[in-house]
């Protein structure tokens, strides 16, 4: 690679007119995956060059027609330098226009291979139709003129969008065509060819072959040094490996990919590397190492002014610092994405941020827009967007179950599930499955409810998904108390405290500039002090939350025992046909009065009738608010957190979300006026 720039280099500095510009347009496309900058500004010379020509005198058919040629070749070359530097909203212009000239003057090959770059935008842009048609369109060009060399890269191409339209039999063939066209194809072609085919392989759950695919196609982009290939590569293997298994080393890639992106000048790139890090270090519980690296995806997107970059990076830290307990610095992450959301185009990023909003700040949206947001969306969607469509469903059943639309929200999310049917989404297919499964025992169908969980449950574990499995255990608890079946409740309760400690010990762990690097640390000394003093009481609620949690987990196990003693007995008693033993009788009695004893509070009645007291008159001075509601005014009155409210009425902390929107609703609250200040006001 080095050798051809300098190659082109040369051919630029001493050539003019048309040699000049098919020179710079060559370097362009070879400094496109090693030195971003220079290869914009190369391309954007080449294409200027070539209008200044095409704008001269005329100088006979011929030579005008090679004119307009070298134009597409550096039309063509800008179109790559935009995609590289992922400006997809730019790459339409110079390519549409370079298509329509390489057609014009019949020069095939060229425009074969702008094509396959069309088909792979539309692709991007969740366009399968459009870009199923530019794949038909190609191969039949390459039928006619027995272009042979393109086969597999459009045969690959054609497998990716058969599996975006979910029509997987397609795929396959379409994949086994590549294969067997693969050994015409030129070398330089097949770290692209084999990178679609392990796209296609890992969407299929075939995650061994897609990491064997993608080894190769890396082998082969490092020897002919194409630096943009690479990187996509490197993305693709780091997240067949976190999805194989998370203990895995999934970090390795993406910190050459960060090295790689920074090197080249490509700094949307480096974003895009620390924001996947950042994912998959938040996925396995490493929420240190999660903040660090959204932080600084979030500077690289201001220096980029990419507005929709940092709506996506404010959401994803918001979500941290919540699950941390940080509610203060969570809130105001999400505050900043909830107004980024404001007018931007639907899409993966914005469709992440409402998903989390929803479920941690609800208050921040205006939910009736939000649900007509997302219907008029998906009516308009491309029906075959699967994994897209299936994402906006589970937000929108979201957005209703809030607004206590409950059957509408059990459509939106069996359609989900039902779209994601056939897909080996392990993830996706959790969190709709337990999103149904909650809904469905909220409807008053438990043992449905139930079933469906277990089955989230599964699928969960299958993906290393532990924040998703301790929002289950909440849930099967929660339905078994339902059904009266308290063992299975106890054995529930039991293994979300344990999930619950790992938490809690991250949540000591997280330092101060942990808390710090996303909050600009340039502040004045007083902003610092604010957020020291807020660590400290973080630390020291962590702490108290710890030592509780083993208490808890501790007398957990005691009850445990002593209701299973019960039941064994009571078990004896009925296998029994004669008169009831007296003694064993009493026994039981004993132990009921025992586990009574345990499960009592301490007595402190004043207490208890200042709590009743308030709940009673916050109820008259509102009666639109419920019983259930009312306990929870008065928590959050306390000043108690929704983690501890949750625990205090042995509910999930989404339920204490949910109950904060109804209230803030039924009070008339503004936007930004916070509940507690008014509930401490007020009552």
């Not at 929108?396 to 179950?401: F, M, P, Q, T, V």
Request: proline fraction near 2%; include cysteine.
């Amino acid at each position: 690679m080095k050798s051809e720039i300098d190659k082109y280099r040369k051919q630029a500095s001493y050539s003019r007119g048309v040699r000049k510009v098919s020179a710079l347009a060559s370097l362009a496309r070879a400094l496109a995956g090693v030195k971003l900058d220079e290869a914009s500004e190369t391309a954007h010379r080449a294409v200027s060059l070539a209008r200044k020509l095409l704008g001269g005198p005329e100088t006979g058919k011929q030579a005008k027609a090679q004119y307009y040629l070298v134009l597409a070749k550096a039309l063509y070359a800008q179109a790559i330098c935009f995609r590289a530097s992922l400006k997809y909203a730019e790459v339409e212009a110079p390519l549409l226009e370079a298509l329509h000239l390489w057609e014009r003057h019949e020069a095939w090959d060229e425009m074969i291979s702008a094509l396959i770059l069309q088909i792979e935008i539309l692709r991007e842009r969740q366009d399968s139709t459009g870009a199923l048609a530019k794949n038909q369109l190609a191969l039949e060009m390459c039928n006619q003129l027995t272009l042979r060399k393109f086969y597999a890269e459009l045969y690959a191409e054609e497998a990716v969008t058969r599996v975006m339209r979910d029509e997987h039999e397609l795929a396959d063939a379409a994949i086994g065509n590549a294969l067997s066209q693969l050994r015409y194809s030129l070398e330089q072609q097949r770290p692209s060819i084999l990178a679609h085919i392990s796209s296609v392989l890992h969407t299929l759950g075939k995650t061994k072959e897609a990491l064997q695919s993608v080894e190769q196609a890396i082998d082969f982009a490092r020897r002919f040094d194409d630096t943009y290939l690479l990187l996509r590569l490197l993305f693709d293997y780091s997240a067949y490996t976190f999805a194989s298994d998370p203990r895995q080393d999934y970090a390795t890639p993406l910190v050459e990919a960060i090295e790689l992106a920074r090197t080249t000048g490509n700094r949307a790139q480096e974003s895009y590397a620390h924001e996947m890090y950042g994912v998959y270090a938040m996925r396995s519980g490493e929420y240190d190492r999660a903040i660090r690296e959204f932080s600084q995806a979030r500077e690289l997107n201001r220096e980029l002014g990419r507005p929709q970059e940092k709506m996506r990076i404010a959401a994803w830290l918001g979500l941290v610092y919540m699950e941390l307990g940080a509610e203060e610095i969570g809130k105001s992450d999400l505050k900043e994405a909830a107004g980024l959301l404001q007018y931007r185009p639907l899409g993966e990023g914005s469709t992440t941020a409402y998903g989390i909003i929803l479920e941690y700040a609800p208050e921040l949206l205006d939910m009736e827009k939000v649900v007509a947001f997302f219907r008029r969306s998906i009516a308009e969607s491309d029906a075959k967007n699967v994994d897209a469509l299936a994402t906006q469903e589970l937000v929108l059943g979201n957005a209703l179950e809030l607004q206590d639309l409950l059957e509408d929200a059990r459509l939106a999310y069996r359609s989900a599930l039902h779209r994601l049917r056939h897909l080996h989404h392990a993830r996706l297919r959790a969190h709709a499955t337990l999103a149904l499964g909650s809904i469905e025992s909220r409807m008053g169908r438990p043992d449905k409810g139930r079933e469906l969980l277990l089955e989230a449950l599964e699928l969960a574990a299958s993906c290393h998904e532990w924040q998703t499995t301790r929002k289950i255990y909440a849930e099967l608890a929660a339905v078994a108390e339902g059904l009266e079946d308290f063992r299975e409740a106890l054995r529930y309760r039991k293994l979300l405290h344990a999930n619950e400690r790992e938490i809690v010990l991250r949540q000591a762990n997280v330092s101060v500039e942990q808390l710090l690097v996303a909050e600009n640390v340039g502040q004045l000394q007083d902003g610092y002090e604010q957020k020291r003093a807020r660590h400290r009481e973080l630390r020291k609620e962590a702490e108290a939350l710890q030592q509780s949690d083993t208490i808890h987990a501790l007398r957990t196990d005691e009850d445990n025992t002593l209701v299973l003693r019960i039941l064994h007995q009571i078990d004896e008693l009925t296998m029994q046909t004669g008169a009831f033993d007296q003694a064993q009788m009493q026994a039981i009695i004993t132990d009921i009065d025992l586990f009574i004893a345990k499960s009592e509070p301490p007595d402190d009645n004043r207490k208890d009738r200042e709590t009743a007291n308030a709940i009673e008159a916050l109820q008259q001075r509102y009666p639109e608010l419920t019983a259930t509601e009312c306990r929870v005014c008065f928590a959050i009155r306390e000043g108690n957190s929704n983690r501890s409210i949750a625990e205090l009425l042995n509910v999930s902390l989404r339920a204490i979300e949910t109950y904060r929107y109804r209230i803030r609703k039924k009070l008339d609250l503004a936007k930004g006026q916070d509940l507690g200040e008014f509930l401490l006001l007020h009552t």
